[in-house]
């Protein structure tokens, strides 16, 4: 299975944007998926992940602000971002849980 995420950008703080991470190859296969972020000199931040069956839990950095979906037609997960602050900066990654799969990360920018 390969994962390839979309949509990053730039926004203005308090903008929206939202990402996708896409599955390939046995992509039925997954049952969780989950994002992270890394800003510079940061470690990788777990943010959330999300069950086949719709289910998702957050991080407390997150919730309220974060909105985690599952597309199964598509073999896509969603990463609905609202109110974003300059500190949400950082390469955005999916990753199947519990296993070394990542996607190659999009670039989100929070800046006025």
């Known amino acids: 299975v390969q994962l390839v995420e979309s949509g990053g950008g730039m926004v203005q703080p308090g903008g929206s944007l939202r990402l996708s991470c896409t599955a390939s190859?046995?992509?039925?296969?997954?049952?969780?998926l989950a994002w992270y972020r890394q800003a510079p000199g940061n470690e990788r931040e777990w943010l959330g992940a999300?069950?086949?069956?719709?289910?998702?839990n957050y991080a407390d950095s997150v919730k309220g602000r974060f909105t985690i979906s599952r597309d199964s037609a598509s073999n896509t997960m969603y990463l609905q971002m609202d109110n974003l602050k300059p500190e949400d900066t950082a390469v955005y990654y999916c990753?199947?849980?519990?296993?070394?799969?990542w996607g190659q990360g999009t670039q989100v920018t929070v800046s006025a």
């Open positions: 999300s069950t086949l069956d719709g289910g998702a």
């Open positions: 990753k199947i849980a519990g296993s070394n799969v």
């Open positions: 190859g046995r992509a039925a296969s997954v049952n969780v």
